[in-house]
């Protein structure tokens, strides 16, 4: 993570393969992994990553979250759709309103109807669906 905070990306990357190599079970290794990837370009490199990631630990919001952006930047919208949607919904299940906020921000352009769900839990007390500007 040292390396990632530096900006060395692909030092980072060798340093979460290696821990992955090490303990492959650690979920986070491979979201950090995946992170790593995204920040290079490396698209399907962090889409393998984040679903390892969810595989090994299905309530990690940020790893849906990830996925969904990578799938948005690659134009596969349903599946944008699908993973930010979740991260959503695993956002505020752990009370993170702010990671919540931030899978609505990009579930408003791919998908209105999805986003109005996320709207309507995030200020349940709204009577209409309305734009946040953030």
Same mark, same amino acid.
């Given at each position: 993570?040292?390396?990632?905070?530096?900006? %060395?990306?692909? &030092?980072?990357?060798?340093?979460?393969?290696? &821990?992955? @190599? #090490? *303990?492959?079970? !650690?979920?986070?290794?491979?979201?950090? #992994?995946?992170? &790593?990837?995204?920040?290079?370009? @490396? %698209?399907?490199?962090?889409?393998?990553?984040? *679903?390892?990631?969810?595989? /090994? *630990? $299905?309530?990690? &919001?940020?790893?849906?979250?990830? !996925?969904?952006?990578?799938?948005? /930047?690659?134009?596969? @919208?349903?599946?944008?759709?699908?993973? /930010?949607?979740?991260?959503?919904? !695993?956002? !505020?299940?752990?009370?993170?309103?702010?990671?919540? #906020?931030?899978?609505?921000?990009? #579930? @408003?352009?791919?998908? $209105?109807?999805?986003?109005?769900?996320?709207?309507?839990? /995030?200020? $349940?007390?709204? *009577?209409?669906?309305?734009?946040?500007?953030?």
């Amino acid at each position: 993570m040292a390396y990632e905070e530096k900006g %060395w990306n692909e &030092a980072a990357i060798v340093s979460y393969e290696e &821990a992955i @190599r #090490l *303990k492959p079970a !650690l979920a986070e290794a491979h979201r950090s #992994l995946g992170i &790593a990837y995204e920040m290079k370009g @490396r %698209w399907d490199e962090a889409i393998t990553s984040y *679903k390892e990631a969810i595989h /090994l *630990k $299905p309530d990690m &919001a940020e790893a849906h979250y990830h !996925l969904g952006v990578v799938h948005a /930047l690659d134009g596969r @919208r349903t599946l944008a759709d699908h993973y /930010l949607y979740e991260a959503a919904t !695993l956002y !505020l299940k752990q009370g993170n309103r702010n990671g919540a #906020l931030e899978a609505y921000g990009h #579930l @408003r352009s791919l998908n $209105p109807s999805r986003a109005q769900n996320v709207y309507r839990k /995030l200020y $349940p007390e709204s *009577k209409g669906f309305e734009t946040i500007v953030r």
